[in-house]
């Protein structure tokens, strides 16, 4: 494990105080960061001088944009000109890393500052208003306890180390937390911010018992709402859908500007519901509410990286984030691909073996 | 109109349900070819439109479901979008519904030539998340209910009889069928009905009911306008907005198919967030929320229904409905308009009048 630096015990203030320090010493043109609105609430910033600077809150437990979706807008055009701090979770790292793939993002020029994650609570948490305290007792979690209340996504989450950061802010022994470094280019910058203190680095226990308690958890949030078996099971739990497309706006890996199933071509012409109408005896409207759910599964399963954003955002409280999981997971299994590992492994979806699924057939 | 209309008073069950059997009677007679309503969905846990030509479906039909899914606007304009390719519908919605019907066919979004628009008197919905949620999951809603949703408490509209029938109920009062015209009577015979009952006790009945809503929504959309007015407020008032558009999306009136705020967030390089960043030491991502709303209130605010869908569907419990209704009623009355209530009179938006904004008084906006 390479170099890292004791940063303390009090989260998340020794954090603040950290990335406070990479910003100084780290010649970055802006820092991309969780922090304060106007109103009391919790977003994405870009910032970049101290003074005037909005409260940062790194790594503030919950997800109001998928960071990923943000940097794509951001970088579509074209790289960075100056290096930006970036401070995100693993998934959104990950999420990240499957957009580039796609060619709608650029890294360059970003140096990411990732955690072993503890997870993040409902963005309706936010809204109905933050206790500060939960904030202190959330940041306990490396002691494998599972924190109440934090979304399904997360309490199953079992990929909380991130592959491709930096910087990686991770527990260490003794309930220290220490920043350490994930590439050559972390290692320097905390050479720099960090230049007396002491070593420490990634508690293995603690990661053991971190995943020891998602494994449990995993079981558990995909044994109920998520055990969907069968057509009748989808249109009973997608039933309520509003076909808002929700899900599919605040998915990292969606981003196509017109969905398919936005488009003319998916709108029902009356000369094919009569038909329909006559063989059915009802149609719903608007219809294609499975369709959309599992065209959708079909499109991006495979780059999945299980961030709950789908179900945060959804209006009516489908387990979409859980029923994505699992059905991502099992097609990812297949293809031995884990979304977002490295920006180098080919997607499967545009890498062809002629000897892929022979029991398919020829 | 001048002179009062007359009305078919229903036997059996009390309410909206009453609709039912007479719906499935003018499907049976064959004068009409389906009828768009609410169904119960598989999971029994919420309503969809569905477009029925079988009756046996509407066993599982609830005409007024006590919480708004997918507006019947959306679900008609989902249909007829293209066309209505010659098929009669029965088409039973809330007013407020109806009237953004009414606006999507202004805007060449629905097609209403075989459409028979039937209304009732709406006591307003729960709002959808709480109800998706089952906190609060009634099986109907009543006239005194008081945890309707906020946009429903201040709805002066809620008894508008925009339909071509329109059913009156409530509060003691039969449940009367009133044929407003000519395509309403005809689905009225097609019913087994005739359009013989005084109704004056309904009329009475709505005009206090819409009196009291119209003090409230002059209160309470007053007392939003003082806490919102000016950037700063407003911003407050927007803060825990994610940008997300959902409110957009589920808006019965915003039928772009791809929104142009939704290609703006895309058109800004990684360099010029930096340099705005760097100009005025931070910048909140994503962009542009302000712009959006204010954007979407330049496109919609004269057809705004105020039907609350955006609101429902907001994961972020921004208060925008009443946002948007606070300042659709003043735009729309600077054109002596009220979204969705006169099929004849054209969208403000498309018709242009030299001195339009000069009344009166001296400038209107």
Same mark, same amino acid.
């Given at each position: ?18 990335? /406070? ?22 977003? @994405? ?33 074209? $790289? ?25 993002? *650029? ?27 939960? %904030?202190?007792? @959330? ?8 924190? /109440?209340?934090?979304?399904?996504? *997360? ?7 991130? @592959? ?22 972390? !290692? ?28 449990? !958890? ?24 509003? !076909?808002?497309? $929700? ?7 969606? @981003?196509? %500007? ?48 299980? *961030? ?23 097609? /990812? ?11 180098? +492994? ?12 022979? +029991?398919?057939?020829? | ?10 036997? #059996? ?19 009409? =070819? ?112 008081? =945890? ?9 509209? &809620?008894?508008?009889?925009? #339909? ?64 919102? &007015?000016?950037? =700063? ?133």
């Amino acid at each position: 494990m390479a170099r890292g630096a004791d940063i303390g015990t009090e989260m998340p203030k020794a954090l603040r105080e950290a990335v /406070q320090r990479l910003m100084e010493t780290g010649g970055f043109e802006g820092t991309f960061t969780l922090a304060r609105t106007p109103g009391g609430g919790v977003d @994405y910033f870009l910032s970049t001088k101290e003074e005037g600077a909005p409260e940062l809150l790194p790594l503030h437990p919950v997800m109001p944009n998928h960071a990923g979706r943000l940097l794509r807008e951001m970088t579509l055009g074209g $790289a960075m000109r100056g290096k930006v701090l970036v401070i995100t979770r693993p998934c959104e790292l990950r999420g990240f890393v499957e957009i580039v793939k796609r060619l709608q993002g *650029c890294l360059d020029n970003l140096v990411f500052l990732s955690v072993v994650c503890g997870g993040v609570f409902p963005l309706s948490m936010v809204s109905a208003g933050w206790d500060g305290k939960r %904030t202190e007792e @959330y940041w306990a979690y490396p002691d494998g306890r599972p924190v /109440q209340g934090l979304r399904p996504a *997360c309490q199953g989450c079992t990929e909380f180390i991130p @592959y491709t950061a930096d910087l990686v802010v991770a527990p260490s022994a003794n309930g220290h937390w220490a920043l350490t470094a994930g590439s050559e280019e972390g !290692g320097r910058l905390i050479e720099r911010a960090f230049p007396s203190a002491p070593a420490a680095e990634m508690d293995p226990k603690a990661l053991e018992a971190m995943a020891v308690a998602r494994k449990a !958890g995993r079981e558990e949030v995909l044994s109920h709402e998520a055990d969907v078996k069968g057509l009748s099971d989808l249109v009973k739990v997608f039933g309520r859908c509003i !076909g808002c497309h $929700a899900c599919s706006k605040a998915c990292p890996i969606c @981003y196509c %500007t017109l969905c398919t199933f936005e488009s003319s071509r998916m709108e029902d012409r009356m000369e094919q519901s009569k038909g329909q109408l006559e063989v059915k005896g009802g149609i719903r409207a608007p219809a294609g509410t499975v369709l959309f759910h599992i065209g959708r599964m079909g499109h991006m399963a495979v780059s999945c990286v299980a *961030c709950g954003c789908c179900q945060d955002v959804c209006p009516v409280g489908i387990p979409v984030s859980l029923l994505f999981k699992k059905v991502g997971e099992a097609v /990812q299994a297949r293809f031995e691909y884990v979304p977002g590992r490295d920006v180098k +492994e080919a997607l499967p979806i545009n890498t062809f073996q002629p000897m892929e699924f022979k +029991e398919m057939g020829e | 109109m001048s002179e009062a209309p007359r009305g078919a008073t229903i036997q #059996g069950e009390e309410g909206p349900r009453a609709l039912v059997p007479l719906l499935a009677r003018a499907l049976e007679k064959g004068t009409s =070819d389906a009828v768009l309503l609410p169904l119960r969905t598989p999971g029994q846990d919420s309503y969809a439109f569905v477009l029925v030509k079988d009756p046996r479906l509407l066993r599982q039909a609830d005409p007024l479901p006590p919480v708004q899914t997918v507006t019947g606007g959306r679900a008609l304009s989902s249909l007829t979008r293209h066309g209505g390719g010659g098929v009669r519908i029965l088409a039973v919605m809330r007013p407020c519904e109806a009237r953004g019907a009414i606006e999507l066919s202004k805007l060449g979004q629905v097609d209403l030539k075989d459409v028979t628009l039937i209304t009732m008197d709406c006591p307003g919905t729960v709002p959808l998340q709480r109800f998706a949620r089952g906190d609060l999951r009634p099986s109907a809603v009543g006239f005194a209910d008081q =945890d309707i949703r906020p946009i429903c408490q201040v709805c002066d509209l &809620s008894c508008a009889a925009v #339909g071509d029938l329109h059913l009156g109920w409530g509060e003691g009062l039969a449940p009367i069928l009133i044929p407003m015209d000519e395509r309403g009577a005809e689905a009225l015979l097609a019913m087994g009905l005739r359009a013989e009952s005084d109704t004056s006790e309904w009329r009475t009945t709505v005009s206090s009911r819409s009196q009291e809503r119209r003090e409230r929504r002059e209160e309470r959309l007053g007392q939003l306008r003082v806490a919102s &007015s000016g950037l =700063d407020n407003l911003m407050v008032r927007l803060d825990s907005c994610i940008n997300c558009h959902n409110c957009m999306r589920a808006c019965p009136i915003c039928y772009c198919r791809v929104c142009a705020f939704d290609i703006r967030r895309q058109e800004r390089s990684a360099n010029e967030v930096l340099d705005l960043a760097k100009a005025r030491g931070s910048m909140r991502l994503p962009m542009d929320t302000l712009m959006f709303h204010l954007g979407r209130m330049n496109h919609m605010s004269l057809n705004c229904v105020s039907c609350g869908a955006c609101e429902d569907a907001c994961p972020a419990g921004v208060p925008i409905a009443q946002l948007f209704a606070m300042v659709s009623d003043r735009t729309q009355s600077a054109f002596k308009y009220r979204a969705g209530m006169d099929r004849q009179q054209r969208s403000p938006l498309i018709t242009f009048l030299e001195k339009e904004l000069e009344g009166e008084d001296g400038q209107r906006c």
